[in-house]
């Protein structure tokens, strides 16, 4: 079992920066993979970064590449997400999700149902 608490969301401007986190219980936070996902009103949720169980693969959506950065440090059992030159499309509830096996293979992990644990979001909301 591993339980996720996303932190650090708020409202910002256009243009502007946050940095989520995403603290994982658990002694074996290396294992899994992790992944963010955002859900705007009325959408469906979305893929937006992934990381590997060591930090050696990553892979984002084509929407947020170059703005967003996904980072983990598995001493401290966090995942982050970096977020700059927040656009208001960016609005939406984000989520950290994790994942067994830790290794990100195919296109398998952009989808929701490939994560086995969620946490319960952070908003996030970008004003223009």
């Known amino acids: 079992q591993v339980q996720l608490v996303e932190s650090g969301g708020g409202l910002v401007q256009a243009g502007g920066s946050l940095r989520l986190s995403c603290a994982a219980s658990?002694?074996?936070?290396?294992?899994?993979?992790m992944g963010w996902f955002r859900q705007a009103p009325g959408k469906e949720r979305e893929f937006v970064a992934a990381?590997?169980?060591?930090?050696?693969?990553?892979y984002y959506a084509d929407s947020v590449k170059g703005r967003l950065t996904i980072s983990r440090d598995n001493a401290k059992n966090t995942v982050y997400l970096q977020m700059n030159t927040l656009k208001p499309e960016d609005t939406a509830l984000y989520y950290c999700?994790?994942?067994?096996?830790?290794?990100?293979?195919?296109?398998?992990?952009?989808?929701?149902?490939?994560?086995?644990?969620w946490g319960q979001g952070t908003q996030v909301t970008v004003s223009s």
């Open positions: 658990g002694r074996t936070f290396s294992s899994y993979a």
């Open positions: 999700a994790a994942k067994l096996p830790n290794f990100l293979s195919g296109s398998n992990f952009r989808q929701v149902g490939e994560y086995d644990y």
């Open positions: 990381i590997s169980g060591s930090g050696g693969r990553i």
